[in-house]
Every structure is written in structure tokens, then in C-alpha cells.
């Protein structure tokens, strides 16, 4: 009786050309407008730009001959990181600032200052080179003011005001203003003897050029003590989680296979369902039957697009194909088994429950950052319990963790909460549709 009831079935499900339609072909071609879409966006195509600036020319900036000098280093060559404009008044640099000639101007005064018209990247790295020059520029005014000067060193290293020794709060440092500015220094040759140096032994000759060869080369080695590990082998790729999420979203697409199932088992929905009940066969079991039928349709399905997804599209899956596969019946079953409860739970018309269906799968599918990436974030960081709650955030993130994670244990998490709904949703299904019986049929 299985194999009769399962192979005429598979008949049937094939037939309805618009379910297929919506459950296997749909998927695919939102596959292939996302990687339209999308394939260019993890490509850094684009190469650095110098950023637009302008500085004040007035006595304070002809004054300072060392800020002087790396400025203009930093915005010559092919390299260079600032275009330089020379303004002659704030006037003409905030003019320049309000036609967008610019992205900021700076001005000389007894600390540095930089004047812009909105944040951005650039104007980050404005700020960070000007932060990464003071703070260069206060230790190289710290060491000196206990050096004693030759008569060769020009006095303009010590000059108040020309090194300003505080510096404003920043976040990253530049690697090239440092070396820039030691280089600067580095013309002004001379020798330089400690008066009271921290560690004499560090300095071979204290009356010798080569103690001030020390502190230049000193000053260029910026050393980084912090180094990132990784917790994984993967990249980052942000194109993922769209494809994920579509994953998720063709699983639970899948209750429209769980609703049509339920609607020809219930005999006040449909003569179908009717005739079905008059058959000499028990009611959960034909219910059975017919679901494996349908599971198997859409599990082959998703596999085609799984398939359709790595070999035609090439989004990265990891090497976990085996739990790939598996969390995708997972799904695959968990969408099912959801159409068939709110198809035997809501008391409504056919194309009223295929609005539920459908509106239940945007509505999680787009909190599972399917339409704006960062909703997911949001989610996890201001609604938690939501994450947990929404299959197709789980699906998702089951996903992700066996591309990216080498651990098991926030999968695991996914995986037992997706198969605690499917529960749920069986004993559901049970408990409505065991004892239902009607006085005619």
C-alpha cells in the first residue's frame, strides 16, 4: 500500500507545475540575479585614490619646516597619498571645501587642526596621518630635550611650538608618516651626544653620529606587537549570506508541499480529500504516505539548487559537503512539516494560507538579512530571542557556521532548535488531524 500510495503521489506533486514552479525554478533564478548582483562585491577592483587636501599658507606653516617638508613627501610620487592644494586664506579653503574640491583643509596653529565638512573615509585618514605625525613628532621632542645639540644640528627641532607634544585621541596610526618624518630628520645631520640617556649601553659612541643614526632608525621601525589569528581557515565573504539565506528561504518554500498534503487529506477541504477518506486506509497513514512524496520532491529540489549554487554559480560551501546536505533536508523537512501545521491549524481558504506561507517566509527571510545583510546583526544584537525563534535565521546560520567555524557547537545549537520545531510541528499536525471525523462525506 507504501509504494502505491507513495509512487502515484510523486505523480501527482510532478504534475502541479505551478508548486515546482515556485519551489524549484523561482530559487534558481533568484540565484542568478543575486550573482549578478553581487558577484563584484568582495573583488577590491577599485585602487587607492589620493585624497584631496589643502593646507593654510600663512606664517605659522612657512614656520614649521618639519611639518612642512613631510607634507609635501606624503603628496608626491605615483604612491602619494594626499593631492596638496596651497590655499592661500581660510577663505579660499572654504570654498574649496563647499564645491567638494577637497575633502578637508588644514591649519597650522599651535596644534594642528583639521577642518572638514562631513566624515568619511578620507577624512579618516586625514586625521589619522596628522594624529600618527604628532605623536611621532612629541617623542622625537621628548628624546631631544635631553640631547646636547652640535653646533651642525639646526636649532628648529626644539622650537616651541614648531613639535607640538599633545596629541588628540585617534583610533590607527599610518605606517608612512613616521618613516616620512624620521626622513625629514634624517637631512639634518650632526652629532648628537645623550646628556642622560635611558640606557647608555644602547649607544655605542653617545658623542657620535651614530647615536643620532640610532634614534632615525628608531623612529622608522614602527613595530606591531599585536598580531590577528584568525579562528578559522575561511574567508570572510560577504556574498554568503544572501545565498544562504535563498537556501533558507526554497526550504521553507516547502510549505506549500506540507499545505497541499493537508489539503487532500481533509475530506471538508476538498473532494480529493473526500474520496481519500472513504479508501479502506488509515488516515495518518495515507497523511505519511503522501508526505514522504512530497519530502522527496523537494529534498531533490533543494539538491538541484544546492548543485545549481556550487558548480554554476561557485558560492563556497566549505568541505563539510556531508553536513551541507544533511542541514538541508533538515530544512527541507522543517519547511514541510510548517506548511502542513498552519494549513491544518488556520481554518481559512487555500489562497489565504498560501499568503500566510508566503508572507511568514519573506518576513523571516528578511529578518535573516536576505534584503539588507546588516538586519541579521540587528536582530542577534537588540531582539535575540527573534534569532532563535525564526527557522530560516537558523537554516542560515547553520550554514554560515560549517563554512566558517572549525567548531561544531553553534551549528549543533541550529540544528537541535530547527529539529525541536519540526517536532512541534509533527505532533501539531497529530493532535488536529487523528480524530477528526465528519458526520458525511
Known amino acids: 500500500m507504501f509504494t502505491h500510495i507513495y509512487i502515484y503521489r510523486l505523480k501527482c506533486i510532478l504534475r502541479d507545475r505551478e508548486t515546482v514552479f515556485w519551489t524549484l525554478v523561482f530559487p534558481l533564478i533568484l540565484a542568478v540575479f543575486f550573482n549578478m548582483a553581487f558577484s563584484n562585491l568582495n573583488k577590491s577592483t577599485e585602487t587607492f585614490k589620493a585624497i584631496n587636501i589643502a593646507v593654510i599658507d600663512d606664517e605659522q606653516y612657512q614656520a614649521d619646516h618639519n611639518f612642512k617638508t613631510v607634507l609635501n613627501e606624503v603628496s608626491q610620487g605615483e604612491n602619494r597619498l594626499f593631492n596638496l592644494t596651497v590655499a592661500t586664506s581660510r577663505d579660499e579653503a572654504d570654498k574649496l571645501l563647499d564645491e567638494s574640491l577637497i575633502d578637508g583643509y588644514i591649519v ?3 596644534r594642528l587642526k583639521l577642518v572638514v565638512k562631513e566624515s568619511g573615509i578620507s577624512q579618516s585618514i586625514i586625521k589619522s596621518f596628522l594624529d600618527n605625525y604628532v605623536q611621532t613628532a612629541s617623542a622625537v621632542k621628548s628624546i631631544l630635550s635631553g640631547v646636547v645639540l652640535p653646533a651642525g644640528l639646526p636649532d628648529k ?17 599610518p605606517d608612512k608618516s613616521p618613516g616620512t618624518l624620521a626622513g625629514s630628520l634624517a637631512g639634518d645631520e650632526g652629532d648628537v651626544s645623550f646628556a642622560s640617556p635611558g640606557n647608555p649601553a644602547n649607544y655605542t659612541n653617545p658623542g657620535g653620529s651614530a647615536s643620532w643614526q640610532k634614534l632615525l632608525d628608531s623612529l622608522r621601525d614602527r613595530r606591531v606587537y599585536v598580531r590577528d589569528v584568525p579562528g578559522t581557515r575561511a574567508e570572510p565573504d560577504n556574498m554568503l549570506n544572501y545565498f544562504y539565506t535563498l537556501i533558507a528561504m526554497a526550504c521553507f518554500y516547502g510549505s506549500f508541499f506540507g499545505m497541499r498534503e493537508i489539503m487532500d487529506i481533509q475530506a471538508d477541504l476538498s473532494t480529493l480529500a473526500a474520496r481519500i477518506n472513504t479508501a479502506p486506509v488509515h488516515k495518518l497513514k495515507a497523511f505519511i504516505y503522501s508526505m514522504s512524496a512530497s519530502l522527496t520532491v523537494h529534498v531533490a529540489e533543494m539538491l538541484i539548487l544546492i548543485a545549481f549554487l556550487r558548480f554554476i ?29 498552519i494549513s491544518a491549524a488556520v481554518k481559512v481558504s487555500e489562497n489565504f494560507k498560501v499568503g500566510i506561507l508566503i508572507g511568514a517566509s519573506m518576513i523571516g527571510s528578511f529578518l535573516a538579512g536576505m ?25 542560515t546560520d547553520a550554514f554560515y557556521c560549517l563554512y566558517y567555524y572549525d567548531s561544531y557547537s553553534r551549528y549543533a545549537v541550529n540544528i537541535c532548535i530547527l529539529l525541536f520545531f519540526i517536532i512541534a510541528f509533527c505532533l501539531g499536525i497529530y493532535l488536529m488531524i487523528r480524530r477528526r471525523k465528519y458526520a458525511s462525506i
Do not use: H, R
Not at 627641532?157 to 596610526?173: F, I, R
Not at 563556497?316 to 502542513?340: E, R, W
Open 108 to 110: 597650522v596653529e599651535t
Open 157 to 173: 627641532l626644539l622650537e616651541p611650538g614648531k613639535l607640538p607634544g599633545k596629541s588628540p585621541d585617534t583610533d590607527e596610526l
Open 313 to 341: 554559480i561557485g558560492v563556497d560551501f566549505g568541505p563539510k559537503t556531508g553536513l551541507v546536505i544533511l542541514t538541508t533536508i533538515v530544512g527541507s523537512i522543517a519547511g514541510t512539516t510548517f506548511g502542513a501545521f
Open 371 to 395: 534584503m539588507y545583510q546588516n538586519m541579521k546583526y540587528i536582530v542577534s544584537q537588540k531582539a535575540p530571542l527573534l534569532s532563535f525563534l525564526n527557522p530560516i535565521n537558523l537554516l
